[in-house]
């Protein structure tokens, strides 16, 4: 049984950093993982994503500010935000085997995922 499960998300001012970590157990193979955050009324969006091998993707409203990572050894994703502003107040899910309209991990193919994590609340205001 897939078990993912998110911490790190806190309240922090504008400009400010967090670090999410995804601790995942059950999981024997995925060939994609990501970053997905929500608003109360909005659609469930993804952040960012990487594959087994390492390749990462990322929404254009996060990149060059989000890092996506993975320690296989430790079966634990990271999230590394930088720069936050308060539109990225929502609540961060981990998600493992994502579903994809075309072969490939990439934030832009990526319609949703066979687990998810319970979340993680990440506000950003002043």
């Known amino acids: 049984q897939v078990q993912l499960v998110e911490s790190g998300g806190d309240s922090v001012q504008p400009g400010g950093s967090l670090r999410l970590s995804c601790a995942a157990s059950g999981v024997t193979y995925s060939a994609c993982m990501g970053w997905f955050r929500q608003v109360p009324g909005k659609e469930r969006e993804a952040v960012a994503t990487i594959d087994r091998v390492g390749r990462v993707t990322y929404a254009d409203s996060v990149k060059g500010r989000f890092t996506i990572s993975q320690d296989n050894a430790k079966n634990t994703l990271y999230l590394q935000m930088n720069s936050l502003q308060p539109e990225d107040t929502a609540m961060y899910y981990c998600?493992?085997?994502?579903?994809?309209?075309?072969?490939?991990?990439?934030?832009?193919?990526?319609?949703?995922?066979?687990?998810w994590g319970q979340g993680t609340q990440v506000t950003v205001s002043s």
């Open positions: 998600a493992a085997d994502l579903f994809t309209l075309a072969p490939g991990c990439y934030v832009a193919v990526v319609t949703g995922a066979h687990d």
